[in-house]
């Protein structure tokens, strides 16, 4: 997340076997509550979409720190296939949280982000986290032992690349809400589509699935934000995942798509600054 609100450049971060994600850092602009605010987003993503959400949390006195994960924004997006599975992605993310965690931190997460964040915590036997309080997840998948690979991501990247307008479209089509603000969507459809297809296709042919009893185990209070109108993530899976979770509670937002941070970021600030119950 680069701009004034985020105090400067991204932080190039070299984690285990030389791999490298960009952390971008803001400091409170109030005075300093003690909680550190962690924003990760989903397959395809950037830490500068939460630039609409940030300033209102440094303002409230909180740090706030977004990752570029591996192969995103402006981190390196190295071709070796197995960069981008689901474990490593988690480990990257528990390693930015020993790190950088504060006193206190609080998880927001976003799409396939949000699977990252249960996988994290649903982890038995490692090195424990820095105190977490609670956890903000938006459109999240639902629980499933086994996830299905779209046949179209078993298919060559240069196939892939010939095949990016249709991608493109039925993307387009899926992720947003009939009420989003068409610049907003011709915008970030624009920086999508720069997305490499090599990392896109490494990323969902090696996609983290959490089953029931895994998610069972996470025992953090969790507040869900589903968008009615998701075509990706579809509301009734969130709903699937809220009765999994042992404390979590769901709120599904009407005329509202898979890009709740970028649709409906004030309902992303209310929940992120509001009291766990």
Same mark, same amino acid.
């Given at each position: 997340?680069?701009? &004034?609100?985020?105090?400067?450049?991204?932080?190039?971060?070299?984690?285990?076997?030389?791999?490298?994600?960009?952390?971008?850092?803001?400091?409170?602009?109030?005075?300093?509550?003690?909680?550190?605010?962690? #924003?990760?987003?989903?397959?395809?993503?950037?830490?500068?979409?939460?630039?609409?959400?940030?300033? $209102?949390?440094?303002? *409230?006195?909180?740090?706030?720190?977004?990752?570029?994960?591996?192969?995103?924004?402006?981190?390196?997006?190295?071709?070796?296939? *197995?960069? !981008?599975?689901?474990?490593?992605?988690?480990?990257?993310?528990?390693?930015?949280?020993?790190?950088?965690?504060?006193?206190?931190?609080?998880?927001?997460?976003?799409? !396939?982000?949000?699977?990252?964040?249960?996988?994290?915590?649903?982890? $038995?036997?490692?090195?424990?986290?820095?105190?977490?309080?609670?956890?903000?997840?938006?459109?999240?998948?639902? =629980?499933?032992?086994?996830?299905?690979?779209?046949?179209?991501?078993?298919?060559?990247? =240069?196939v892939l690349e010939w095949?990016? &307008?249709?991608?493109?479209?039925g993307f387009h089509a899926?992720?947003?809400?009939?009420?989003?603000?068409?610049? #907003?969507?011709?915008?970030?459809?624009?920086?999508?589509?720069?997305? &490499?297809?090599?990392?896109?296709?490494?990323?969902?042919?090696?996609?983290?699935?959490?089953?029931?009893?895994?998610?069972?185990?996470?025992?953090?209070?969790?507040?869900?934000?589903?968008?009615?109108?998701?075509?990706?993530?579809?509301?009734?899976?969130?709903?699937?995942?809220?009765?999994? #979770?042992?404390?979590a509670r769901i709120e599904?937002?009407?005329?509202?798509?898979?890009?709740? #941070?970028?649709?409906?970021?004030?309902?992303?600030?209310?929940?992120?600054?509001?009291?766990?119950?």
């Open positions: 997340m680069t701009g &004034p609100a985020m105090n400067g450049p991204g932080l190039l971060q070299t984690l285990r076997q030389g791999r490298q994600v960009v952390l971008h850092v803001g400091e409170p602009t109030a005075a300093p509550s003690g909680l550190s605010v962690w #924003l990760i987003h989903g397959a395809g993503g950037r830490a500068a979409q939460w630039q609409g959400i940030a300033p $209102a949390l440094q303002a *409230a006195g909180h740090r706030v720190l977004a990752l570029d994960a591996v192969g995103h924004g402006d981190s390196p997006a190295p071709r070796r296939f *197995a960069h !981008y599975a689901g474990p490593e992605l988690v480990a990257d993310l528990r390693e930015l949280l020993a790190r950088h965690g504060g006193a206190r931190n609080r998880l927001v997460a976003h799409s !396939y982000g949000c699977s990252q964040v249960l996988a994290l915590l649903s982890q $038995a036997g490692v090195a424990p986290l820095p105190p977490i309080d609670r956890l903000l997840l938006l459109a999240p998948a639902g =629980p499933e032992r086994r996830r299905r690979t779209p046949w179209i991501f078993w298919l060559p990247v =240069p095949l990016r &307008p249709q991608l493109s479209a899926a992720a947003w809400g009939d009420a989003a603000d068409a610049a #907003l969507v011709a915008r970030e459809t624009a920086i999508s589509d720069r997305n &490499p297809l090599h990392v896109i296709k490494a990323l969902f042919r090696q996609r983290l699935a959490l089953d029931a009893p895994a998610l069972q185990t996470v025992h953090w209070p969790v507040q869900i934000l589903a968008g009615a109108q998701d075509g990706l993530t579809p509301a009734a899976g969130a709903q699937a995942l809220a009765a999994t #979770l042992p404390r599904v937002l009407l005329r509202t798509g898979h890009q709740i #941070l970028l649709e409906r970021p004030q309902q992303v600030i209310d929940a992120i600054l509001g009291p766990a119950d």
